[in-house]
């Protein structure tokens, strides 16, 4: 079964620091890849997707991620952390002719000022 | 517009009860999914709809589960007899088109739980 593992459970960074949030998953054929986001209170909401082409994926609020096929990894990057960017992140790929994700654990970020 | 929006949004219930979860999705929006996330951990896939059909349904865990969509817009995902371990966040998702990696907008969840 296909599966998706991000090594970082819990990210403490401070402000301006960089940050990169690993990313692999298991599955050897076509891939479909995201990363949500879960800021306090809210719902998850998409921070972006690859689906083909450049391999480098920008995102919304200066994220961006990097899809490795040779690595099976997507991980997530920003050059200087916020503290608005406080939340927790979660990787996930679709499963084969489907369209269901399949999430990682998530990885939660805090940002201190 | 709208978002997902998800009823109710807490569930407190005692073991053995049957609850019924409720997803009015994004007008217009073809798929609708249904997650549980368990603390600690990344949602976990249940079922799917393309319109009033369910497509997949490898994720619901045993056969107290069960969803619908008669219409093809509100759908209820059933859980009969619960048990401690069904709590959790049951979150609904809906996509425009039924396309393999369209993006799946969420709702805020239901938190469940089971006394």
């Known amino acids: 079964a296909q599966s998706v593992s991000q090594h970082n459970h819990h990210v403490i960074l401070s402000e301006a620091a960089s940050l990169e949030l690993g990313c692999n998953y298991s599955y050897g054929g076509t891939v479909n890849l995201f990363w949500y986001v879960q800021y306090p209170g809210q719902h998850l909401q998409l921070l972006l997707k690859y689906f083909s082409g450049d391999p480098l994926v920008k995102g919304i609020k200066g994220f961006e991620a990097e899809f490795i096929k040779s690595k099976f990894s997507f991980n997530l990057r920003k050059p200087s952390v916020q503290w608005s960017d406080t939340a927790e992140y979660f990787c996930?790929?679709?499963?084969?002719?489907?369209?269901?994700?399949?999430f990682g654990t998530g990885t939660r970020l805090q940002v201190f000022p | 517009g709208a978002g997902v929006s998800q009823s109710p949004r807490y569930k407190v219930t005692k073991r053995g009860q049957d609850v019924a979860l409720r997803c009015d999705p994004i007008s217009g929006h073809v798929s609708l999914y249904w997650y549980r996330q368990a603390l600690g951990q990344g949602p976990e896939f249940l079922t799917y709809f393309n319109y009033e059909a369910q497509q997949d349904k490898s994720g619901l865990p045993n056969d107290r589960f069960s969803a619908e969509r008669p219409e093809g817009s509100i759908s209820t995902l059933t859980i009969q007899r619960t048990e401690q371990r069904d709590s959790a966040m049951y979150r609904c998702a809906s996509s425009l088109e039924a396309s393999r990696g369209d993006e799946q907008y969420f709702g805020p969840g239901t938190r469940l739980t089971v006394t």
């Open positions: 996930a790929v679709n499963e084969g002719k489907t369209d269901k994700l399949i």
